[in-house]
């Protein structure tokens, strides 16, 4: 018997081939309908959001998640402009990567094509289901999307609104498809469509991405849970460290690049932590510490619980942050390494050789300095929507955009020759 992923694999497959040659103007043409349709639809995309939403707060779901699943019309606002912003920007598919001539005559190019079908497995956010969907039209791939249970309503409607915004176009309306969230045998189909699907890309829970990059024998980009840090060096200005702080905890501590520890250099953890814990205090975030900074918070009458082990490596995802004082960068970049994620890392320092030294050595996808970790971001950084952030090191690393969602082809054109 067929299964669902089956039918949907195939059906994608032969979009998929139309779309391949389908040109940037045709393509930007279904975005921008893309971005039209999801406003002109926005009564019935919230009514079907606020239906998850219900559910999901009676089923006891976590405020974090409540928050990544919320949409509004400043959201599906910035949804539809993240549509736009993808159509706006240069066609990744034919891009020409390298290309010389040998010493025989042939003539090499490598270019940039699609991957053909990609299967997105995802959870709670709505907002996936359309950045995921832009930009891998854009890049001339069919998608499958796999969004979990929480978010089902939303999915069904913003999944129907794109296809018939593709259609209006004159393009397939199988290039984006939404699998079935309702029966959990999907996922491990679409995870064992070798042959069928080319990629699968999970975004969400360390938990969901650990199982799909276990459980996958279709390759898979895997994107990665947010243990960042900001580090406050010795010869940091307090003025631009406070806000740093604040924004990279506060601005939505629900997303992967909210900042979950800060580590303070000890020359100035008395002079700068009592300034940095009020703040927090103040922003409403709980404090966990190791035992340097909690004497330091009680000097300055801020509560703080003693940090375990397993909190140093925890993505809180809510108002909550560890704090640790370390005796010199080094320390720093030690601690970073043990229990961050590879994600994003923050140093806040005025001495140039010291975040040269820190970029070299902290292991990360993305390392600011002098700014807030919630930089790491695909509009952010000018690519537009994003279809997630990669922490591993193959060929897509940080806010993976267009051109990380093609693969290549290498062209080589010759005049007869044959080798010897």
Not at 23 to 41: C, F, M, Q, T, Y
Not at 351 to 360: D, G, K, P, V
Request: hydrophobic content about 45%; overall charge negative.
């Amino acid at each position: 018997m067929t299964t669902q992923i089956e039918t949907l694999a195939s059906a994608a497959r032969l979009a998929a081939r139309v779309l391949a040659g389908t040109s940037r103007v045709d393509k930007d043409r279904a975005l921008n309908a893309i971005a039209e349709h999801l406003l002109s639809h926005e009564i019935e995309i919230l009514a079907a959001n606020n239906e998850d939403v219900l559910r999901s707060q009676a089923e006891g779901v976590s405020e974090s998640l409540i928050d990544r699943l919320k949409l509004n019309p400043k959201r599906i606002a910035e949804i539809a402009n993240g549509a736009r912003q993808i159509a706006a920007l240069p066609d990744p598919v034919g891009r020409v990567i390298r290309e010389r001539t040998l010493e025989n005559g042939l003539h090499l190019k490598q270019v940039a094509v699609p991957f053909g079908v990609v299967g997105m497995v995802y959870e709670a956010r709505p907002n996936v289901t359309v950045d995921a969907a832009v930009i891998l039209i854009k890049a001339g791939s069919a998608a499958l999307l796999r969004g979990s249970s929480t978010a089902a309503k939303s999915n069904e409607v913003l999944v129907d609104v794109m296809r018939s915004a593709i259609t209006s176009v004159g393009l397939p309306a199988d290039i984006v498809q939404l699998v079935s969230s309702h029966d959990r045998s999907t996922v491990r189909e679409l995870l064992n469509a070798r042959g069928l699907v080319d990629l699968v890309i999970p975004r969400g829970s360390a938990a969901l991405i650990r199982t799909v990059v276990d459980e996958s024998s279709v390759p898979t980009i895997e994107t990665g849970a947010g243990v960042c840090h900001v580090y406050v060096d010795k010869d940091a200005d307090f003025n631009k460290a406070i806000p740093i702080i604040i924004n990279s905890k506060c601005h939505r501590p629900s997303v992967c690049n909210a900042a979950e520890t800060l580590l303070v250099h000890q020359d100035i953890a008395a002079e700068f932590l009592p300034l940095a814990l009020n703040a927090l205090t103040e922003q409403g975030v709980r404090l966990h510490g190791d035992a340097q900074a909690i004497q330091i918070a009680k000097s300055c009458n801020v509560e703080m619980v003693l940090a375990t082990d397993e909190d140093w490596s925890t993505e809180y995802g809510v108002l909550e942050m560890n704090v640790g004082v370390v005796a010199d960068r080094q320390s720093a970049i030690d601690h970073i390494n043990k229990y961050g994620t590879q994600h994003t890392e923050s140093i806040v320092t005025e001495s140039q050789s010291t975040a040269a030294a820190f970029i070299a050595n902290a292991d990360a996808a993305a390392i600011m300095v002098n700014a807030s970790t919630r930089f790491t971001d695909g509009e952010q950084m000018g690519f537009g929507a994003e279809i997630g952030i990669s922490n591993q090191k193959l060929h897509a690393r940080g806010p993976m955009g267009l051109e990380e969602m093609t693969t290549t082809t290498w062209i080589v054109t010759g005049s007869g020759q044959i080798r010897e």
